[in-house]
């Protein structure tokens, strides 16, 4: 069933204090039954997302092969510039996108206006480079002229996680339209604000009906029944390594390039040169973003011996400080986990790894309130054989552990099959070379913690998955490449 007039206009209608979910069909916002929302604050529910039957996935699938043939005609410079005023709406309406995250995903709201802008900024590259997706002339023999055209491969299908619900689907719609791709999100059923606001500025920017359509619904039996859909021409998913296999795994069936942002368990390796104050600072810094709910979180405090137990006193020291509590008090530092799955799986390698020998610096024990509350929880002496070593965390648990030697260092790092960020922090340049050249991720950050900006490609190596998003090998992967060679006399 379609949305009202009113309900078609710009803003999203409400009911308390949280959107009215709605799908997005070609052009049209579309109602349906569905599942609760629940605030992770306090486990209430706050709202109903609709579940898409396969008429929905049909007619999204129709809507998207209509809107690439329009999309892909529109010159990069006038799909750019709707790209651009979806990001100005979307800064113009930021204050209430950032509440809305909050709500539906626990982060403080400093940290959803962050994610909002972030988002923006993911986008606003995009777009700008749609305008510089450049084949090549390869010199040829007289007569002959080689060139390579670089396409849209058509139909993208795209899956997004809980986590950052707004700038994940940022990521996705932002390389798919940059390259002239028509796409279908199913974004997350748990946090759908984010990606709903998202397409309500591009749809208010004037974006063709049917180029971008959001859907949600039960993740199986839609990534069953949009994969192998002919329609489909790529699959693009961000979530865990278990999914991401299963996903790839169908998309292979059908023959259909994938992009997969998977799970990691980053490294942070404080080398002996290094400030122990400056990195154990900056590590509980990172770890706050998004309350440690981050692909790219460090994880695994990979600490030289003569610099261990200063770091140790300081990251203890420091993260002692930090507040948790609900996303809409701005004392919070970090807020609830997003769903109940998190706080028992942290609770659970938190004990593991107390019962095999590691030392709580701080945290450890959740708040006994309503909600999923899992405090700022730093481990020490960690064993490599404790669960969370090789089990993503997914949330404020940071696990330290000493190296003997940089060598041995590396080698813990890479002992994991995950490889996406990396972290380290050194002023030699010496160690600095052989970090970059041997630590098996797609992202290292050397004395800082970002691991990826809007210009960088993204991504990671062995089951943390591969494709890029970001940076101009990120816009590639929407395209393929044709090589047309033309006899001219
Ligand atoms: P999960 O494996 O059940 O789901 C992960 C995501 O995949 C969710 O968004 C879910 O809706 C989606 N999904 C699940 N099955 C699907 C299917 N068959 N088809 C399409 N989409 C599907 O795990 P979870 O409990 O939501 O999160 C647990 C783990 O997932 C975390 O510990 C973390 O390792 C990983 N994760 C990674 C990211 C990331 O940014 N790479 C984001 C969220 C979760």
Known sequence: ??????????AAPRTGGYPVIRMLIGGEWIKAPGAPILDPATGDAI??????????????????????????????????????????????????????????????????????????DLIEWDATEARRVYGRVIPAEPG???????????????????????????RKIGGALAAGCAIILKASEETPAGAMHLARAFCDAGLPAGALNLVFGDPAAISGFLIPHPVVRLVTFTGSTVVGKQLAGLAGTHMKPVIMELGGHAPVIVCDDADPQVAAAAGVQAKLNNGGQVCVAPTRFIVHKAVYEAFVQAYAQIGRTVRQGSGLDPHSDIG?????????SLQRLTDDAVRRGARVLCGGVPRADAGFHFPFTALADVPTDALAMREEPFGPLSLITRADSIEDAIALANSLPYGLAGYAFTESARNARLLSDELEVGNLAINHFVSAVSETPFGGVKDSGYGREGGTEGLECYTHAKSVSHLTS
């Open 1 to 10: 069933m379609s949305a009202t007039l009113e309900e078609q206009a710009t």
């Open 336 to 344: 609830p986990v997003a769903n109940a799955r998190r706080l028992q």
């Open 144 to 170: 002959m002229r080689h060139t390579v055209l670089r396409e849209p491969v058509g139909v993208v299908a795209a899956f997004t996680p809980w986590n950052f619900p707004m700038s994940s689907p940022a």
């Open 47 to 120: 709202g109903t997302v609709p579940h898409a039957t396969p008429g929905h996935l049909e007619s999204a699938a129709a809507a998207a092969a209509r809107g690439f043939a329009v999309w892909r005609r529109t010159a990069p410079a006038e799909r750019a510039r709707i790209m651009l005023r979806a990001v100005q709406l979307v800064r113009e309406r930021v204050e209430t996108i950032a509440m809305d995250i909050t709500l539906e995903q626990g982060k403080p709201v400093a940290q959803s206006r962050a994610e909002v802008l972030r988002g923006c």
